[in-house]
């Protein structure tokens, strides 16, 4: 229970898959202007961060290892985590269209998004079991979710600043997410 507590703390803070390996940037950027579509990306992101770090881990240990073609690895997670990706979009779409809208290309880019990809990739490499899997895909989909709320809500305060004219638009995004990425270095003397 201690080792999944230290994968769970180290994925979601420490590690921060966006403001420490800065995998995931575009939709960070791209969808941290309000709160409302920023948590729904996050919601998005952690269904699939988490089913897909399952499924990944199962068919690693139980199809991919015994069968001795791990080097196919990496096209087997992009293809389930396409899979995936278009059931959200699909759910998305039928049940919440407002939100479906809202995140616009944002939502089929997941697939491509690299903190899903890296975090079964990562896991493999730490030789995590099914349990660990999930549970540091959980963490870090979670950590994800969490620094892109902090930068909407940031952004949406920036918004009624008055800032110096070159500083406008991506420029302070950019400078606010390296001053979140500093704070979350912090976290790095926990584990």
């Not at 278009?86 to 997941?110: D, N, R």
């Not at 959980?138 to 930068?151: N, Y």
């Not at 949406?156 to 600043?161: Q, T």
């Amino acid at each position: 229970m201690r080792e999944l507590i230290m994968i769970a703390i180290g994925a979601a803070f420490v590690n921060n898959v966006v403001l420490s390996q800065f995998m995931g940037l575009c939709p960070f950027l791209g969808v941290s202007k309000k709160i409302d579509t920023a948590a729904g990306m996050g919601g998005a992101v952690i269904f699939v961060i988490t089913i897909s770090s399952f499924v990944t881990s199962v068919i690693y240990r139980f199809i991919l290892v015994p069968a001795n073609i791990t080097y196919l690895q990496t096209i087997v997670f992009i293809l389930v985590i396409a899979a995936l990706v278009q059931l959200v979009e699909m759910f998305l779409k039928k049940t919440i269209p407002a939100l479906y809208k809202s995140l616009g290309v944002y939502l089929p880019l997941i697939t491509t998004n690299c903190a899903v990809l890296g975090v079964a990739l990562t896991n493999v490499q730490n030789d995590y079991g099914i349990l660990s899997s999930t549970v540091a895909g959980i963490a870090t989909a979670v950590g994800f979710t969490v620094s892109i709320v902090i930068m909407a809500g940031l952004r949406e305060k920036i918004e009624y600043n008055d800032i110096p004219e070159p500083f406008k638009g991506m420029p302070m995004v950019l400078l606010t997410a390296g001053l979140m990425s500093i704070a979350f270095f912090g976290f790095s003397g926990l584990i």
